[in-house]
C-alpha cells in the first residue's frame, strides 16, 4: 500500500499571509502513461464531507478560488493557500489515487494566527 | 450539480450486518468508477472500496476484505455497500463518492454525498 504522510499536523497562519502543507507519498505517484501525477487535494470542513480542491496534483477544481495551488512531482507535493482567508480554516487530506488501495494523508489542521 | 444521498445507517451490534444505499442523481451514473470512504469519529479519512462503471470489477481495503460488498444498480442509479460481520472500528460516518474522470485520466474524487452514520455497539 502507498503511504501518506503530511506536514505539519497543524499550523496557524495570519489573515492574508501564505499557508504551506508538504504531502509525501511512499512511492512515485507520476504515472508514465500521461505524465500526470496521481495526487488529490481535499478540504474539510466540521460536519461537512470533503471538497476537491486540486488534482492531477496542481490542477484547480472547478470553481476553487486562486488562491488555492497545488505543486510537486513524483512523491514530494505542497498545497498552497497564497493569502489565507477566514473561510479556509479547515482540516486539508492528500490522497493518492495512482493505485489500489486509495489512500490519504492524515490531515493538516489549518487555523487563523 | 451531481447530488449523492447514502441511507440505511443506523446503531448495530457487532457482528451484525447493514446495507447501505446511496442515490445518485444529476450524474451519468453508468459513466464512472464508483467509492465508498468512511471516517471514524475525529479521525481521518479511510478508503473503503470501489466498483467500475459495469460492476464487474471491485476492489476492497484489506480491513474490510471478506466482510463488505460493494454492488451498484446502474438502471436505478444506485450504489450498495453491504456490511456483514460489523465491527466495533467500522463505525463511522460513510461517504458516497464518484471519481472523476478528464481526458481519459482520474482525477480524485470530485463528488461527495453528505455521508451516514453507522453505529456498531452493544
Known amino acids: 500500500d502507498i503511504v501518506m504522510t503530511q506536514s505539519p499536523d497543524s499550523l496557524a497562519v495570519s489573515l492574508g499571509e501564505r499557508a504551506t502543507i508538504n504531502c509525501k507519498s511512499s512511492q512515485s505517484l507520476l504515472h508514465s502513461s500521461n505524465n500526470k501525477n496521481y495526487l488529490a487535494w481535499y478540504q474539510q470542513k466540521p460536519g461537512h464531507p470533503p471538497k476537491l480542491l486540486i488534482y492531477?496534483?496542481?490542477t484547480r477544481h472547478s470553481g476553487v478560488p486562486e488562491r488555492f495551488s497545488g505543486s510537486g512531482s513524483g512523491t514530494d507535493f505542497t498545497l498552497t493557500i497564497s493569502s489565507l482567508q477566514a473561510d479556509d480554516v479547515a482540516l486539508y487530506y492528500c490522497?493518492?489515487?495512482?493505485?489500489?488501495?486509495?489512500?490519504f494523508g492524515p490531515g493538516t489542521t489549518v487555523d487563523i494566527k | 450539480e451531481v447530488e449523492l444521498v447514502e441511507s440505511g445507517g443506523g446503531l448495530v451490534q457487532p457482528g451484525g450486518s447493514l446495507r447501505l444505499s446511496c442515490a445518485a442523481s444529476?450524474?451519468?451514473?453508468?459513466?464512472?468508477?464508483m467509492s465508498w470512504v468512511r471516517q471514524a469519529p475525529g479521525k481521518g479519512l479511510e478508503w473503503v472500496a470501489n466498483?467500475?462503471?459495469?460492476?464487474?470489477?471491485?476492489y476492497y481495503a484489506d480491513s474490510v476484505t471478506g466482510r463488505f460488498s460493494i454492488s451498484r444498480d446502474n438502471a436505478k442509479k444506485f450504489l450498495y455497500l453491504q456490511m456483514n460481520r460489523l465491527r466495533v472500528e467500522d463505525t463511522a460516518v460513510y461517504y458516497c463518492?464518484?471519481?472523476?474522470?478528464?481526458?481519459?485520466?482520474?482525477?480524485?474524487?470530485?463528488?461527495w454525498g453528505q455521508g451516514i452514520l453507522v453505529t456498531v455497539s452493544s
Open positions: 492531477w496534483a496542481s
Open positions: 466498483i467500475d462503471q459495469g460492476g464487474s470489477e471491485q
Open positions: 490522497h493518492q489515487y495512482y493505485n489500489t488501495p486509495r489512500t
Open positions: 463518492t464518484r471519481e472523476k474522470i478528464q481526458d481519459e485520466a482520474p482525477g480524485g474524487f470530485d463528488s
Open positions: 444529476r450524474i451519468s451514473f453508468s459513466d464512472y468508477w
